[in-house]
């Protein structure tokens, strides 16, 4: 029971570079969301996902781009990194619902903008 | 706008001793609330939710939540605290609307004294 798995786990990169983030879950979920965890903000919505091919922008969503044509995979990419994407990014799924269901968190994702 | 807020960075208490982690929410509609904990390194995980029903939540690993409308409150609880219940805590809301969203407190980092 693989649940939902991020890669890299730990990156370093530079400023203006293009950077992907991974996320595949195996539940089949219809929600798929990517977040930023930032000390003194929690965790940010980037964008989410309702269904492969359905993406909408969250909280914070400028300078990210995200795709998802399958329902497993969710890839998130930092067109051109800056330093203010430094950050712990985690991807999360859930099921099909009216915004009651429980949300499943990756491990996470370390990214280091140098 | 739904938002909670967190009012405590650090919660300090001693093994055995019962816990309190706060969180105060303002919402429009009827509140979805939630109570995640991140261990170090790791993803966050679900502790339990309220939708509607009882205003005491029991959850996982013995935690609880008492919802409280007048207070518009959702403290997370627990008789007896252990060093492992050490982490940082976030209580979250659900956005309005039919979606899945939910939108994060800053997090309070419990720390338990041996």
Redesign the interface.
Known sequence: DAGITQSPRYKITETGRQVTLMCHQTWSHSYMFWYRQDLGHGLRLIYYSAAADITDKGEVPDGYVVSRSKTENFPLTLESATRSQTSVYFCASSTEGGGVETQYFGPGTRLLVL | AQSVA?PEDQVNVAEGNPLTVKCTYSVSGNP?L?W?VQYP??????LL?Y?TGDNLVKGSYGFEAEFNKSQTSFHLKKPSALVSDSALY?CAV??G???????????TLLAVQP
């Open positions: 967190q979805y939630f995640y390194n790791r993803g966050l995980q679900f939710k939708i976030f659900r956005d609307g039919a979606t899945n969203k939910l939108i994060f407190g800053t997090g």
